[in-house]
């Protein structure tokens, strides 16, 4: 029975709107030099709050997942309401969500250069000198003062993922763009022409079958487990089952997305 008390709040699409809405506002209302300096404050006051500030009930500042200031924030305002695999915490909770403002922020930066410069041998420069610069910060934040960490959307992890993103679309912009050397891509188009739909569909088969039992007593298994494990850990070191499972995903999720893309099936939102 579908119970409204313990529905999810946050998640991945929530905290994509709630970065679209700041984001647009600060386009609107701001320029480039000020959105850099809001990027800086957002980061660091970020750090400041999670590396030491003291967390109410628990005590010194910490990053552990149950234990740290944002878990204890969306726990407090959020109780019944979090992620279903902790219920204590949530990966996409109201602080980190700080954060993940400033990685919406640079992406508009990161459009402004490209339209600004006009000369494409110079923009995709630029975009692989900042890439480089931001990925270096990234790595030095990491290293010396916060771990790079998604479920907490570190500062480190936000510059870090940002520098690569951007050196990742200069290459783009200089192979498809400017070269037209684009048949490589066609995978990316067909992930790109249905993100929504493919994103919806593979959280819907890890539910189905994680709902799914096989074998009985002590030995029942979800069968989303069992397909991993009798697929891939039974014969594959962890690490390497992890990957493989997950390349397989991708490409059977690929086969799909070809065929939708072959028919001019695009589902959008």
């Known amino acids: 029975m579908f119970d409204v008390s313990v529905v999810r709040i946050p998640g991945v699409l929530q905290r994509i709107s709630l970065v679209f809405f700041f984001c647009s506002v600060l386009y609107l209302t701001t320029n480039w030099l000020t959105q850099i300096r809001i990027v800086t404050i957002l980061l660091v006051a970020y750090y400041i709050l999670m590396t030491f500030v003291p967390v109410p009930g628990v005590g010194p500042a910490n990053l552990e997942p149950a234990t740290n200031l944002g878990a204890w924030l969306d726990y407090s305002l959020l109780e019944d309401h979090l992620w279903v695999q902790s219920k204590t915490w949530d990966p996409e909770g109201l602080l980190s969500s700080v954060p993940a403002v400033a990685t919406g922020i640079i992406g508009m930066l990161t459009g402004k250069l490209l339209t600004e410069i006009k000369e494409p041998g ?13 990925i270096f910060l990234g790595l030095g934040w990491g290293i010396n003062f916060s771990p790079i960490n998604k479920s907490l959307w570190t500062s480190s992890y936000v510059l870090y993922t940002a520098g690569i993103a951007m050196q990742f679309l200069a290459s783009c912009h200089w192979l498809i763009d400017i070269h037209g050397i684009k048949t490589w891509s066609k995978p990316f188009t067909w992930y790109g022409m249905n993100a929504i739909f493919v994103f919806v569909v593979s959280a819907l088969l890890v539910k189905t079958l994680s709902r799914i039992k096989v074998g009985a007593g002590d030995k029942e298994i979800s069968a989303w487990s069992y397909f991993y494990k009798a697929g891939f850990e039974s014969w594959l070191e962890p690490i390497n089952a992890s990957l493989l499972f997950a390349i397989t995903l991708v490409a059977f999720f690929g086969v799909v997305l070809w065929w939708m893309y072959k028919r001019k099936i695009f589902i959008k939102i």
């Open 122 to 134: 110079t923009s995709v420069s630029w975009l692989f000198f900042i890439g480089a610069i931001l």
